[in-house]
């Protein structure tokens, strides 16, 4: 059996630093809410469809699941997002994996899947009102120099 240890540590980044750091944040807050507004787009784009009479396979598939958001980022991030080679790809993955994990708190409360109060549908996040933070999975983080 294979344990996991977690770790937290309190950070001290110069301001060079820092900018990378909110840098980062502010790619996974937009990888965010991109995955928001396709998903709600997909959404809106279905319920037009069932309106006129299309059903199963002929309905537009909502990216719901981290893959499928993934997948739709990949396909379309050199358009939407220029400069998103300016960080990680894992700051971008954060964003789509706290979407993806919303998006399924919210199917699994209301079938009831989850106990507790019903939980809502994702929300956008807005710089300065959303907690500012990203995860990397993979390979490591640091500043780029010792400046």
Not at 43 to 62: F, I, K, N, W
Request: proline share 5%; hydrophobic share 35%.
């Amino acid at each position: 059996m294979t344990t996991l240890q977690a770790y937290r540590f309190a950070l001290d980044p110069n301001q060079a630093q820092l900018a990378g750091i909110r840098r980062h944040a502010g790619a996974s807050r937009f990888a965010y809410n991109w995955g928001l507004a396709r998903v709600k787009a997909a959404h809106a784009q279905r319920d037009a469809e069932q309106s006129y009479g299309l059903t199963g396979d002929l309905l537009t598939p909502v990216p719901w699941t981290l893959p499928a958001l993934r997948l739709a980022w990949n396909a379309v991030k050199r358009d939407i997002a220029p400069w998103w080679d300016e960080c990680s790809k894992e700051a971008y993955s954060a964003g789509l994996d706290q979407l993806a994990r919303g998006l399924k708190n919210f199917t699994d409360s209301r079938q009831g899947k989850r106990k507790g109060r019903r939980v809502g549908f994702p929300r956008f996040k807005k710089r300065g009102k959303a907690r500012d933070s990203f995860r990397y999975t993979t390979g490591a983080y640091g500043p780029a120099d010792e400046t």
